[in-house]
């Protein structure tokens, strides 16, 4: 049981990464070279994902599906997003930490993503898993790709392959490297 | 605004899609999709910016793409069987475009929409193509009417290029050749 537990949550994180399905890339080009700021954004990210997935997975089993009214789901989650975003901005204006100040930071594209995983028939369990995998996931490439950036920065490279390309081609690179992974999980 | 500006904009709006357009078809399905939605959002997003204005009218886009995508979504899933990440993936992309339009006031003109889209667009089935072509040694057009196309043997054909991994690459080298191609010339100014 927690052997599969936490295959699930290797392979979530490993196999099946949000960042190598080309979602949440925004939070690595943001051209920050020092991990700290991208590990307290990427969590805090995280954070709210995680809470749109509860809220946006009780309104689909319990509200949407049974009224038949399941293809307003994008919609709903849109709703969600924005609902996020101005409660974030609320706690970051009312209290003294210093959270990173974005009027745009709870509508990232990872927290779309996760809300699909509510969209699947998948129990409450599996769905919860995967969610969390997904984010350790993109939690720990976003930290990756930022220290691949900071080394980057120093060395000689052709003027068109800097910034983006350069960004995808790495990560080609790594989605090759963690897709020999397949067979462990 | 200069066109060589254009290009970060043109690599990100296209981004979520180099994932799943693995074939031709799908790259042409997809990138006349995200045309005919960008437009839309592009052409509404115009009555928008003159009534709203900073967080609120983030959010009006962000209200206005989901509605689009569920309408389109609804149509599109009558007449085709679809990947079920389509969807998500589609407003993904669109979601960029007010984010694009938050961030800089530079692109105000309907030709640099236009000149976005397009390129994009050219980008994206290339990207399809090159994925397909050299992957499997085959093109297939099935749903546009055409039959499978056999240039060479699929044994010879660079397999990672289906995968997600192959995608990316490839992606970052196209993406590499549109950054070279100066779309305006621009005067070489002397710096001290």
Known sequence: MLFSLFSSLLGSAILSNVILQGVGLEAVLDRQIRVKPVLIKSTLISVLALVVFLIYYVLLKFVLVPINIAYLSIIVLALLMIGVNELYNLVVNKTKFNLPKDELFGLHSIIIIVGFFGLSTQAFDVAFVSVLGSLIGFIALSVLLTMIQSRMRVNPLIKAFKGLPILLIILGLIALVLNGLGGLF | ?192
């Open chain 2, 1 to 192: 605004m200069n066109k060589n500006n254009l290009k970060p904009y043109i690599l990100l709006s296209i981004l979520p899609l180099v994932y799943l357009s693995n074939t031709l078809e799908i790259a042409l399905f997809m990138g006349i999709t995200f045309i005919m939605l960008a437009a839309i959002v592009y052409g509404a997003g115009l009555l928008i910016d003159k009534f709203s204005v900073g967080r609120m009218r983030l959010y009006t886009y962000i209200l206005l793409v989901a509605v689009v995508i569920t309408m389109t979504m609804t149509i599109l899933n009558t007449y085709f069987s679809l990947n079920q990440f389509m969807g998500i993936y589609l407003a993904l992309t669109i979601f960029t475009i007010p984010q694009l339009k938050a961030q800089t006031s530079e692109i105000q003109k309907p030709m640099d929409y236009l000149w976005v889209m397009l390129i994009s667009f050219v980008a994206l089935i290339l990207i399809g193509f090159l994925r397909e072509f050299l992957g499997t040694g085959s093109i297939t057009l099935a749903a546009f009417g055409v039959d499978t196309i056999q240039v060479f043997a699929s044994r010879f054909g660079i397999g990672i290029l289906k995968d997600n991994s192959g995608g990316f690459i490839l992606a970052g080298f196209v993406f590499a050749i549109i950054q070279a191609i100066p779309f305006v010339k621009e005067e070489p100014t002397d710096v001290v």
